[in-house]
């Protein structure tokens, strides 16, 4: 694997770990429960929505796989944390071997996702490299959501 390629996707690697290390130190009801807080989500949902879309990123739009993603059904999900777990060691053997067969030669070819792929906004032009960074820019924004959502969830009430 491309040197430039391996860094990230360790990065991407190494925020799947911070968030379920995050999800591991909740109980089974703080892990399916949101804050009391407007438009909040669950660890579970939160987790699963990363998962998802580094799914969606990196095998479907960098590597072209023929995915579908279902996005509304991620923010629905609810579970345990052996599901999660479960999730994540798939995902990354699945990223792996794709990764492992992307050529390099490809970063700089321009792609346009597909919008089932892409998430919200409207998909546009963009590198091979740069689709790649996504899901890593991604997975740390969601890394310190699910830390606060996380702190919420463990603040004494009272």
Not at 15 to 31: F, H, N, P, S, V
Not at 82 to 92: F, M, N, R
Not at 103 to 122: N, V, W, Y
């Amino acid at each position: 694997m491309d040197e430039r390629i391996d860094a990230i996707w360790r990065g991407i690697a190494a925020k799947i770990d911070d968030l379920l290390a995050l999800a591991r130190g909740l109980t089974q009801e703080q892990l399916n429960a949101a804050p009391d807080v407007t438009g909040a989500n669950t660890p579970f949902v939160i987790v699963t929505h990363v998962l998802g879309n580094i799914r969606a990123w990196v095998p479907g739009i960098v590597c072209e796989q023929p995915l579908e993603r279902d996005r509304p059904a991620e923010f629905r999900s609810h579970g345990t944390m052996d599901d999660l777990e479960a999730a994540a060691k798939i995902l990354v053997a699945d990223c792996d071997v794709a990764l492992g067969g992307l050529d390099h030669a490809t970063l700089s070819d321009r792609i346009i996702p597909r919008q089932i792929l892409f998430g919200e906004g409207e998909t546009h032009q963009m590198t091979r490299f740069e689709a790649l960074l996504h899901p890593l820019e991604h997975a740390a924004l969601h890394a310190g959501q699910l830390q606060l959502t996380v702190d919420l969830l463990q603040a004494p009430r009272g």
